[in-house]
T-cell receptor
Framework: TQLLEQSPQFLSIQEGENLTVYCNSS?????LQWYRQEPGEGPVLLVT?????EVKKLKRLTFQFGDARKDSSLHITAAQPGDTGLYLC?????????FGTGTSLTVIP | DVKVTQSSRYLVKRTGEKVFLECVQD?????MFWYRQDPGLGLRLIYF???????EKGDIPEGYSVSREKKERFSLILESASTNQTSMYLC???????????????FGPGTRLTVL
């Protein structure tokens, strides 16, 4: 059983559409991170959220940490082909980060 | 720029072989990690190390061992490879965190291991 479940597992959308990816758990995390992984590369950190209810924006990407610090969402506005990749959430629990199951996003030009 | 390099991008081995995966980081990071990545399962932690010669088991250490003789190098060893160890292996490093939410892991490009 995975500590962090992401949905959807796969997402294929047209350029210009909006989308939201979800990261859910029954555990409470000290912080939560979002990574993006492109084919043939390792994951790269996008953002870290720490406070319950926190919202962070990174250009067209909006990240939210749930009030109870058990879940998070990533919203992309006007998706572009360059957003294609695997999106991973990771929750900090104790001295370890636990990664989610991943969402594979394809943005079609 | 932090650079984490892994010795091979692709590796094919036979069942029962001993396999060494090497990882080197160039930013003097204390922490180093080995994960395996499988579709639908995300990244699962195999082992991590906080310092030279120190190691801690992660979530799935069975069938693996590690070695950290130098700060910059962290090796993953499959003593007797099995087909269920076919996977993508990712190495990462990080500085010691200065508090909650300060840890950033830098990943290598991964080694895709196939065990026949």
């Amino acid at each position: 059983t995975q500590l962090l479940e992401q949905s959807p597992q796969f997402l294929s959308i047209q350029e210009g559409e909006n989308l939201t990816v979800y990261c859910n758990s029954s555990s409470v995390f000290s912080s939560l991170q979002w990574y993006r992984q492109e084919p043939g590369e390792g994951p790269v950190l996008l953002v870290t959220v720490v406070t319950g209810g926190e919202v962070k924006k990174l250009k067209r990407l909006t990240f939210q940490f749930g009030d109870a610090r058990k879940d998070s969402s990533l919203h992309i506005t006007a998706a572009q082909p360059g957003d294609t990749g695997l999106y991973l959430c990771a929750g900090e629990l104790g001295n370890q980060f636990y990664f989610g199951t991943g969402t594979s996003l394809t943005v079609i030009p | 720029d932090v650079k984490v390099t892994q010795s091979s991008r692709y590796l094919v081995k036979r069942t029962g072989e001993k396999v060494f995966l090497e990882c080197v980081q160039d930013m003097d990071h204390e922490n180093m990690f080995w994960y395996r990545q499988d579709p639908g399962l995300g990244l699962r932690l195999i082992y991590f190390s906080y310092d030279v010669k120190m190691k801690e088991k992660g979530d799935i250490p069975e069938g693996y061992s590690v070695s950290r003789e130098k700060k910059e190098r962290f090796s993953l060893i499959l003593e007797s490879a099995s087909t269920n160890q076919t996977s993508m292996y990712l190495c990462a490093s990080s500085l010691v965190g200065q508090g909650v939410g300060t840890d950033t892991q830098y990943f290598g490009p991964g080694t895709r291991l196939t065990v026949l």
